[in-house]
């Protein structure tokens, strides 16, 4: 779709068989979980509108092609979605074979978008700014309820357009909100002005942006599995640029926790993961800090010369360049002139911030949800997919396709579909939390397993007896390859 005004109004029949006049339903972001909203209003007969930011679809899994995800194909797909693709040419991926970034993006996403039911209804570089109820402001609530919704957007040239809507769905997603290098949440001095030699998230360090890393001196900094992917392809990057020197720094000493998690995992992928960084600690092949805190940044003759504080003391520590793969946190600018409430720790809505809260929780732990506990007090608005869950690092791809099955429902005036929320994860314990009664007593004391059937299991190769994670996407979002992990 070209981009400016849109006002597009679609003609539904109602129970009585008139005809009413309604606004289509504005989808804010078109990844995984923005593009299942789509499926699911186009299969209730709604209009979706989906505004993605980037030129292209899928714009956040972009940026991390390169990781392969831990969930194979068979939770990576929305059902709605499918039965869309089922009516064309599309060939399904093999439901056990574990997809790329990339590959979401070619194999499922393009062609999704490709749809003739969603094509028309897609504005790209579409950055939206601000979402309002038309005429009022967020103080006003008579009539508040009978007034469209207006999207304010930016494109690519700087130019202003809107378009109305009936209801809203934020699917926009944390990638483009990633969490700063300081241990108290914010920037560190000088971090800002040392942007053009910090890379945020999970850069490509063997392809693109090869050049920029090989024989670099290289601070990661991050604790989740996001960090071990970075810091397993710099290693590689090692074997054939020797020069490159890896140092690793850990905000909180929790090593052995998040190493052990992703050994004593379900899925193999997220396993062999956790096992490759083991290996490579053990054989001295990087510099581990923990805990770190870095206090400062300043430039020297020599690279960035980085101040922080090490297990209580103080360290210092030069390198050429950083990486920064601490989570991500919402952006919660466009909302300001319509009725939101958040957790005023997660920033997640209040109802399902303790189903969420990962103090408590693991990916797989969090029990279903949907229209009920994403409710917020502007009426028809809702935030879905990572964003939902604020800064919490626990969300799964496939539980925000369950969260617009029932937001659509909802918004379809369902609202026993709606409240009827169901979702299927693979089978047992995940995200490194083992279920109860794992299976057939302890492993063996070296074995890097939670029980005998999964020592044994991971000897030949194959999954273990579940006690892992479901680790689905992140940023896109999911708990996978670690974007969502701190």
């Given at each position: 779709?070209?981009?400016?005004?849109?006002?597009?109004?679609?003609?539904?029949?109602?129970s009585h068989g008139a005809s009413a006049i309604e606004w289509p339903?504005?989808?804010?972001?078109?990844?995984?979980?923005?593009?299942?909203?789509?499926?699911?209003?186009?299969?209730?007969?709604?209009?979706?509108?989906?505004?993605?930011?980037?030129?292209?679809?899928?714009?956040?899994?972009?940026?991390?092609?390169?990781?392969r995800v831990f969930s194979p194909w068979l939770y990576n797909i929305d059902e709605a979605a499918r039965i869309l693709l089922e009516q064309t040419a599309w060939v399904a991926p093999k439901p056990e074979a574990l997809p790329s970034g990339g590959e979401i993006v070619r194999h499922y996403l393009e062609p999704l978008a490709a749809h003739p039911a969603i094509a028309p209804h897609l504005v790209f570089g579409a950055e939206v700014f601000s979402i309002r109820r038309e005429g009022l402001d967020k103080v006003t609530t008579v009539g508040r309820e009978?007034?469209?919704?207006?999207?304010?957007?930016r494109d690519g040239s700087g130019?202003?357009?809107?378009?109305?809507?009936?209801?809203?769905?934020?699917?926009?997603?944390?990638?483009?909100?990633?969490?700063?290098m300081g241990i108290d949440g914010g920037f560190i001095q000088g971090e800002e002005e040392a942007f053009d030699q910090i890379t945020y998230g999970i850069p490509d360090v063997l392809g693109d942006l090869q050049t920029s890393y090989a024989g670099a001196r290289v601070l990661v900094v991050g604790g989740g599995h996001?960090?071990?992917?970075?810091?397993?392809?710099?290693?590689?990057?090692?074997?054939?640029?020797?020069?490159?020197?890896?140092?690793?720094?850990?905000?909180?000493?929790?090593?052995?926790?998040?190493?052990?998690?992703?050994?004593?995992?379900?899925?193999?992928?997220?396993?062999?993961?956790?096992?490759?960084?083991?290996?490579?600690?053990?054989?001295?092949?990087?510099?581990?800090?923990?805990p770190f805190a870095a206090e400062r940044i300043d430039r020297s003759s020599n690279g960035l010369r980085i101040t922080a504080t090490l297990a209580g003391r103080p360290f210092e520590?030069?390198?050429?360049?950083?990486?920064?793969?601490?989570?991500?946190?919402?952006?919660?600018?466009?909302?300001?002139?319509?009725?939101v409430s958040l957790d005023p720790v997660l920033e997640a809505p209040p109802a399902l911030a303790p189903l969420i809260d990962p103090n408590l929780h693991s990916c797989g732990t969090v029990p279903p949800h949907g229209a009920a506990e994403l409710a917020h007090p502007e009426s028809g608005f809702y935030i879905v997919g990572s964003?939902?869950?604020?800064?919490?690092?626990?969300?799964?791809?496939?539980t925000g396709y369950e969260q617009v099955r029932s937001v659509v429902a909802k918004i379809a005036g369902d609202d026993e579909a709606a409240r009827a929320v169901h979702l299927v994860l693979p089978e047992t314990g995940v995200c490194g939390l083992p279920p109860p009664g794992c299976c057939g007593g302890p492993a063996p004391a070296e074995a890097d397993a939670c029980c005998v059937q999964d020592a044994a299991a991971k000897a030949a190769g194959q999954a273990g007896c579940g006690c892992g994670s479901t680790a689905a996407l992140a940023a896109a979002g999911?708990?996978?390859?670690?974007t969502r992990q701190r």
């Open positions: 779709m070209n981009n400016g005004t849109f006002e597009a109004q679609v003609g539904k029949s109602t339903v504005a989808v804010i972001g078109a990844g995984p979980v923005g593009l299942a909203a789509a499926a699911h209003l186009v299969q209730r007969g709604l209009t979706p509108l989906l505004f993605e930011r980037g030129l292209a679809i899928g714009q956040a899994l972009r940026a991390w092609s390169q990781v009978a007034v469209p919704f207006v999207i304010h957007w130019k202003i357009h809107q378009a109305r809507a009936q209801a809203v769905i934020d699917a926009s997603g944390t990638w483009f909100s990633p969490n700063p996001s960090a071990i992917n970075v810091v397993l392809d710099l290693l590689r990057l090692q074997e054939t640029s020797p020069e490159t020197q890896v140092s690793w720094a850990l905000r909180r000493n929790r090593l052995e926790k998040l190493l052990g998690g992703g050994l004593n995992d379900q899925l193999p992928a997220r396993g062999a993961l956790g096992l490759a960084a083991k290996q490579a600690i053990a054989a001295n092949r990087l510099q581990l800090l923990a520590v030069e390198v050429d360049r950083i990486v920064v793969a601490t989570g991500f946190r919402p952006n919660l600018d466009m909302l300001r002139e319509i009725r964003k939902s869950y604020g800064r919490a690092p626990t969300f799964l791809m496939r999911g708990c996978h390859g670690g």
